[in-house]
């Protein structure tokens, strides 16, 4: 049997980066990623005795991480710092990529989710990057399957707009 600093350690390591990945799509600064990530593990090793014995963690490591989102983007907003995508000029010299993509249609992906409402961005990103089905999505965002193929829609749709792609296509 495995100590269970060992268990966490595994852990942390497989689904870290995991939640990182997920927090990309939700928010463009780094530091705020950094705080949400950090803090959705903090919390993980806090609980580990109940989350270890869990059969699939994703639900509540996700949901963890969102509520840690929200409440760095919270605090940042207190403090003045304009957070929302429309309100952040854009400084990037032309041509410059982001360090989490390749490709400049993956950013313009990026910074169309990161524009959408909350809902549909946090289940296109968990459907898009975690390919989870649909109601472990509604585990995690705590509403109805029906709601989250709602979301889901009007965010594709809105990707749509977003990204100029034609609506008829």
Not at 86 to 115: N, Q, T
Request: net charge neutral.
């Amino acid at each position: 049997m495995k100590p269970e600093s060992e268990d966490f350690s595994l852990f942390f390591a497989r689904w870290e980066p995991q939640v990182r990945r997920y927090l990309v799509w939700l928010e463009g600064d780094r530091s705020v990623i950094d705080d949400a990530a950090q803090e959705t593990m903090i919390s993980t090793l806090r609980y580990w005795t109940t989350v270890k014995d869990l059969h699939r963690p994703q639900a509540w490591l996700f949901k963890v991480a969102g509520q840690r989102l929200n409440d760095a983007q919270e605090a940042r907003r207190r403090l003045g710092v304009r957070t929302s995508p429309y309100d952040l000029p854009d400084r990037s010299p032309p041509g410059a990529r982001d360090e989490f993509s390749v490709h400049d249609d993956r950013l313009a992906i990026l910074d169309a989710v990161r524009k959408l409402p909350p809902q549909q961005a946090t289940a296109i990103a968990l459907q898009v990057q975690h390919d989870l089905p649909l109601k472990e999505i509604a585990d995690i965002m705590c509403i109805s399957t029906g709601s989250v193929k709602t979301h889901l829609h009007h965010a594709r749709k809105a990707l749509k707009l977003l990204l100029g792609e034609d609506e008829g296509g």
